[in-house]
Protein backbone atom coordinates (compact mmCIF):
# COMPACT_ATOMS: atom_id res chain seq x y z
CA UNK A 1 0.00 0.00 0.00
CA UNK A 2 1.83 3.23 -1.28
CA UNK A 3 2.23 5.99 0.89
CA UNK A 4 1.66 8.72 -1.76
CA UNK A 5 -1.23 8.37 -4.13
CA UNK A 6 -1.49 10.74 -7.63
CA UNK A 7 -5.01 11.41 -9.29
CA UNK A 8 -5.90 11.00 -11.59
CA UNK A 9 -3.24 8.40 -13.37
CA UNK A 10 -3.64 10.05 -17.12
CA UNK A 11 -5.86 12.74 -18.72
CA UNK A 12 -6.13 14.71 -21.52
CA UNK A 13 -7.69 18.38 -21.84
CA UNK A 14 -8.75 20.89 -24.13
CA UNK A 15 -6.31 24.19 -24.06
CA UNK A 16 -7.57 26.82 -22.13
CA UNK A 17 -9.56 24.36 -19.45
CA UNK A 18 -8.23 24.30 -16.00
CA UNK A 19 -7.19 21.16 -14.72
CA UNK A 20 -6.19 19.85 -11.19
CA UNK A 21 -4.50 17.11 -9.94
CA UNK A 22 -4.04 15.63 -6.92
CA UNK A 23 -1.84 14.07 -4.32
CA UNK A 24 -2.50 12.17 -0.94
CA UNK A 25 -0.17 10.76 1.69
CA UNK A 26 -0.77 9.11 4.38
CA UNK A 27 2.71 9.22 6.39
CA UNK A 28 1.77 12.50 8.01
CA UNK A 29 4.77 14.15 6.59
CA UNK A 30 5.56 17.90 6.42
CA UNK A 31 6.92 18.22 2.78
CA UNK A 32 5.33 17.71 -0.46
CA UNK A 33 6.47 18.85 -3.83
CA UNK A 34 5.07 18.60 -7.29
CA UNK A 35 7.90 17.87 -10.00
CA UNK A 36 7.59 17.84 -14.25
CA UNK A 37 9.27 15.85 -16.18
CA UNK A 38 9.89 16.34 -19.45
CA UNK A 39 12.61 14.52 -21.99
CA UNK A 40 15.77 16.62 -21.64
CA UNK A 41 15.39 18.41 -18.66
CA UNK A 42 14.61 16.01 -15.68
CA UNK A 43 12.49 16.70 -12.87
CA UNK A 44 11.43 20.39 -12.57
CA UNK A 45 10.13 21.69 -9.29
CA UNK A 46 6.88 23.42 -9.66
CA UNK A 47 5.56 24.39 -6.23
CA UNK A 48 6.29 22.72 -2.75
CA UNK A 49 4.83 23.02 0.74
CA UNK A 50 6.31 22.96 4.19
CA UNK A 51 3.20 23.04 5.92
CA UNK A 52 -0.56 23.58 5.82
CA UNK A 53 -1.24 26.43 3.89
CA UNK A 54 2.53 27.00 3.35
CA UNK A 55 3.69 26.71 0.08
CA UNK A 56 6.35 28.27 -2.16
CA UNK A 57 7.36 28.85 -6.08
CA UNK A 58 9.68 26.22 -7.77
CA UNK A 59 11.73 26.63 -10.86
CA UNK A 60 9.08 26.35 -13.58
CA UNK A 61 5.76 27.73 -11.30
CA UNK A 62 4.52 30.21 -13.73
CA UNK A 63 1.08 28.86 -15.21
CA UNK A 64 0.61 26.64 -11.85
CA UNK A 65 -0.93 27.42 -8.72
CA UNK A 66 -1.41 25.07 -5.65
CA UNK A 67 -3.47 24.15 -2.60
CA UNK A 68 -2.43 22.36 0.87
CA UNK A 69 -5.81 23.13 2.94
CA UNK A 70 -4.87 20.18 4.78
CA UNK A 71 -1.56 17.79 5.92
CA UNK A 72 -2.51 15.05 3.26
CA UNK A 73 -3.42 16.55 0.34
CA UNK A 74 -1.57 18.45 -2.28
CA UNK A 75 -3.23 20.13 -5.29
CA UNK A 76 -2.05 21.04 -8.22
CA UNK A 77 -4.15 23.40 -10.52
CA UNK A 78 -2.92 24.53 -14.16
CA UNK A 79 -5.30 27.75 -14.51
CA UNK A 80 -5.60 27.33 -18.09
CA UNK A 81 -3.93 24.27 -19.95
CA UNK A 82 -1.22 25.05 -22.81
CA UNK A 83 0.45 22.73 -24.82
CA UNK A 84 3.83 23.61 -23.47
CA UNK A 85 2.07 22.09 -20.05
CA UNK A 86 2.26 18.36 -21.42
CA UNK A 87 3.99 16.72 -18.92
CA UNK A 88 4.80 13.65 -16.89
CA UNK A 89 3.99 15.24 -13.11
CA UNK A 90 4.85 13.69 -10.27
CA UNK A 91 4.10 14.53 -6.76
CA UNK A 92 7.06 14.02 -3.87
CA UNK A 93 6.66 13.67 0.17
CA UNK A 94 9.19 13.91 2.38
CA UNK A 95 9.95 14.62 6.55
CA UNK A 96 11.38 17.36 8.30
CA UNK A 97 14.71 17.65 8.51
CA UNK A 98 18.09 19.68 7.44
CA UNK A 99 19.74 19.52 4.45
CA UNK A 100 21.74 16.63 6.15
CA UNK A 101 19.89 14.24 7.56
CA UNK A 102 19.53 10.97 6.13
CA UNK A 103 15.85 10.94 4.64
CA UNK A 104 14.68 10.66 1.20
CA UNK A 105 12.22 11.43 -1.25
CA UNK A 106 8.93 9.03 -2.05
CA UNK A 107 7.92 9.70 -5.23
CA UNK A 108 3.89 8.93 -6.37
CA UNK A 109 3.31 7.17 -9.40
CA UNK A 110 2.85 10.26 -12.14
CA UNK A 111 0.55 11.88 -13.81
CA UNK A 112 0.86 11.75 -17.60
CA UNK A 113 -1.05 15.19 -18.74
CA UNK A 114 -1.82 15.44 -22.43
CA UNK A 115 -3.29 18.96 -23.24
CA UNK A 116 -4.64 19.42 -27.00
CA UNK B 1 23.88 27.53 -13.82
CA UNK B 2 22.67 23.92 -13.23
CA UNK B 3 23.13 22.92 -9.81
CA UNK B 4 23.57 19.78 -10.75
CA UNK B 5 25.51 17.81 -14.09
CA UNK B 6 24.77 14.91 -15.23
CA UNK B 7 27.10 14.70 -18.14
CA UNK B 8 26.13 11.55 -19.89
CA UNK B 9 22.29 11.72 -21.60
CA UNK B 10 23.75 7.61 -22.33
CA UNK B 11 25.51 4.89 -21.21
CA UNK B 12 25.58 1.00 -22.51
CA UNK B 13 27.10 -1.05 -20.06
CA UNK B 14 28.08 -5.25 -20.65
CA UNK B 15 26.14 -7.43 -18.30
CA UNK B 16 28.02 -8.29 -14.76
CA UNK B 17 30.85 -4.81 -15.43
CA UNK B 18 30.68 -2.35 -13.01
CA UNK B 19 29.70 1.04 -14.56
CA UNK B 20 29.73 4.90 -13.14
CA UNK B 21 27.36 7.29 -13.48
CA UNK B 22 28.96 11.31 -13.15
CA UNK B 23 27.14 13.92 -10.83
CA UNK B 24 28.94 16.75 -10.38
CA UNK B 25 27.24 19.81 -8.16
CA UNK B 26 27.22 23.41 -7.32
CA UNK B 27 26.90 24.31 -3.74
CA UNK B 28 27.92 27.07 -1.52
CA UNK B 29 26.89 25.51 1.62
CA UNK B 30 28.67 23.55 3.96
CA UNK B 31 25.40 21.39 4.42
CA UNK B 32 23.96 19.52 1.95
CA UNK B 33 22.73 15.97 0.94
CA UNK B 34 22.99 14.04 -2.47
CA UNK B 35 20.78 11.49 -3.98
CA UNK B 36 20.57 9.16 -6.68
CA UNK B 37 17.22 7.69 -7.75
CA UNK B 38 16.22 5.21 -10.35
CA UNK B 39 13.50 5.38 -12.92
CA UNK B 40 12.76 2.18 -15.04
CA UNK B 41 10.77 2.61 -18.48
CA UNK B 42 7.53 1.71 -15.94
CA UNK B 43 7.97 5.42 -14.50
CA UNK B 44 8.13 5.10 -10.41
CA UNK B 45 11.33 6.70 -8.98
CA UNK B 46 13.27 4.63 -6.46
CA UNK B 47 15.57 5.50 -3.99
CA UNK B 48 19.15 4.34 -3.93
CA UNK B 49 21.40 6.21 -2.21
CA UNK B 50 22.10 9.07 0.31
CA UNK B 51 25.28 10.85 1.20
CA UNK B 52 25.46 13.73 3.26
CA UNK B 53 28.04 16.45 3.15
CA UNK B 54 29.79 16.06 6.24
CA UNK B 55 29.97 12.00 6.01
CA UNK B 56 33.66 11.15 5.90
CA UNK B 57 32.90 7.14 4.04
CA UNK B 58 31.47 6.86 0.66
CA UNK B 59 28.00 5.55 0.92
CA UNK B 60 26.99 1.87 -0.17
CA UNK B 61 23.74 -0.18 -0.80
CA UNK B 62 24.30 -3.29 -1.97
CA UNK B 63 25.70 -3.07 -5.39
CA UNK B 64 25.43 0.53 -5.40
CA UNK B 65 28.31 2.88 -4.11
CA UNK B 66 28.59 6.56 -4.02
CA UNK B 67 31.78 7.95 -5.11
CA UNK B 68 31.85 10.88 -2.93
CA UNK B 69 35.05 13.92 -3.93
CA UNK B 70 33.78 16.74 -2.25
CA UNK B 71 36.81 19.44 -3.19
CA UNK B 72 35.68 18.49 -6.70
CA UNK B 73 32.32 18.57 -5.96
CA UNK B 74 31.37 15.01 -7.54
CA UNK B 75 29.28 12.43 -6.66
CA UNK B 76 29.32 9.27 -9.25
CA UNK B 77 27.61 6.19 -8.45
CA UNK B 78 29.06 3.23 -9.14
CA UNK B 79 27.21 0.44 -10.01
CA UNK B 80 28.55 -3.11 -9.54
CA UNK B 81 28.69 -6.17 -11.41
CA UNK B 82 25.60 -4.78 -13.24
CA UNK B 83 22.33 -6.89 -14.42
CA UNK B 84 19.41 -6.57 -17.06
CA UNK B 85 17.51 -4.97 -14.18
CA UNK B 86 19.51 -1.85 -13.91
CA UNK B 87 18.28 -0.63 -17.49
CA UNK B 88 16.79 3.04 -16.45
CA UNK B 89 16.70 6.46 -16.26
CA UNK B 90 19.17 7.37 -13.25
CA UNK B 91 18.63 10.72 -11.84
CA UNK B 92 21.16 12.17 -9.03
CA UNK B 93 19.86 14.95 -6.85
CA UNK B 94 20.91 17.67 -4.21
CA UNK B 95 19.42 19.24 -0.97
CA UNK B 96 20.23 22.56 0.39
CA UNK B 97 19.07 24.68 2.29
CA UNK B 98 16.52 27.73 1.74
CA UNK B 99 17.02 31.14 2.61
CA UNK B 100 13.52 30.32 4.61
CA UNK B 101 14.52 27.25 6.30
CA UNK B 102 13.22 24.75 3.92
CA UNK B 103 15.58 22.23 2.16
CA UNK B 104 14.23 21.16 -1.20
CA UNK B 105 16.17 19.15 -3.93
CA UNK B 106 17.42 19.92 -7.14
CA UNK B 107 17.59 17.15 -9.63
CA UNK B 108 19.87 16.42 -12.81
CA UNK B 109 18.35 15.95 -16.33
CA UNK B 110 19.27 12.27 -15.90
CA UNK B 111 21.31 9.22 -17.81
CA UNK B 112 19.99 6.90 -19.58
CA UNK B 113 21.58 3.47 -19.11
CA UNK B 114 20.71 0.72 -20.93
CA UNK B 115 22.85 -3.06 -19.80
CA UNK B 116 23.43 -5.26 -22.65
CA UNK B 117 23.64 -9.25 -22.38
Known amino acids: DAGITQSPRHKVTETGTPVTLRCHQT?????MYWYRQDPGHGLRLIHY???????DKGEVSDGYSVSRSKTEDFLLTLESATSSQTSVYFC???????????????FGSGTRLTVV | AQKITQTQPGMFVQEKEAVTLDCTYD???????LFWYKQPSSGEMIFLIY??????QNATEGRYSLNFQKARKSANLVISASQLGDSAMYFC??????????????FGRGTSLIVHP
Open chain 1, 92 to 106: AISESGTAITNYGYT
Open chain 1, 27 to 31: ENHRY
Open chain 2, 51 to 56: QGSYDE
Open chain 2, 27 to 33: TSDQSYG
Open chain 2, 93 to 106: AMREGLPGGSYIPT
Open chain 1, 49 to 55: SYGVKDT
